[in-house]
């Protein structure tokens, strides 16, 4: 079955330094998203993004953080200038949306450590 | 503001019990209910309700939406220790495609 892949599975950055976290949607899905979970918390949707633009971003997602599909295959997370509450697990997402209504399928995460 | 609330929080039941998990919502322009088990790492997709009243089923597990009232249940039935985890409610919207998550319902299966 096809299944959605992250990586890095763990990430150690320092405080400051920006970070890429990268994904691999299924292949003929339209809708891809990205949320966080930090320890402990409930899962926290951050963005979504539907025909080469973001459709929704929450309040999480702010002048920091910026998504890309710079390829046919690839969904990007940047965190620009981390900070230490940005330590969560990310996870990404892709469903084939619109019409279709078929539920999201969630890759195994990065784990995001700042130091 | 979007809202979710999953009772209970935890749950320790015996295995071959059955159980029955809660969610209720609060969305804007709600299109689904979705379910999801999570275990050490991703959510894992269990069901997607869309109409009310209409039970879906895998298996042990089934689901049920009500509109009307906002809310869903998740039922287990002779569980398993392979079914302890959290499980996750998230209603979607129209348009974005958004889940909101609630904060889950620990469930642990003792054998």
């Known amino acids: 079955e096809p299944e959605v892949t992250q990586t890095p599975s763990h990430q150690v950055t320092q405080m400051g330094q920006e970070v890429i976290l990268r994904c691999v949607p299924i292949?003929?899905?339209?809708?891809f998203y990205w949320y966080r979970q930090i320890l402990g918390q409930k899962v926290e949707f951050l963005v979504s993004f539907y025909n080469n633009e973001i459709s929704e971003k929450s309040e999480i997602f702010d002048d920091q953080f910026s998504v890309e599909r710079p390829d046919g295959s690839n969904f990007t997370l940047k965190i620009r200038s981390t900070k230490l509450e940005d330590s969560a697990m990310y996870f990404c997402?892709?469903?084939?949306?619109?019409?279709?209504?078929?539920?999201?399928?969630f890759g195994d995460g990065t784990r995001l450590s700042i130091l | 503001e979007d809202k979710v609330v999953q009772s209970p929080l935890s749950l320790v039941v015996h295995e071959g019990d059955t159980v029955t998990l809660n969610c209720s919502y609060e969305v804007t322009n709600f299109r689904s209910l979705l379910w999801y088990k999570q275990e050490k790492k991703a959510p894992t997709f269990l069901f997607m309700l869309t109409s009310s009243g209409i039970e879906k089923k895998s298996g042990r597990l089934s689901s049920i939406l009500d509109k009307k009232e906002l809310s869903s249940i998740l039922n287990i039935t002779a569980t398993q220790t392979g079914d302890s985890a959290i499980y996750l409610c998230a209603p979607s919207n129209f348009g974005n495609e958004k889940l909101t998550f609630g904060t889950g319902t620990r469930l642990t299966i003792i054998p």
């Open positions: 997402a892709s469903s084939h949306g619109g019409s279709s209504n078929q539920p999201q399928h």
């Open positions: 292949s003929n899905h339209l809708y």
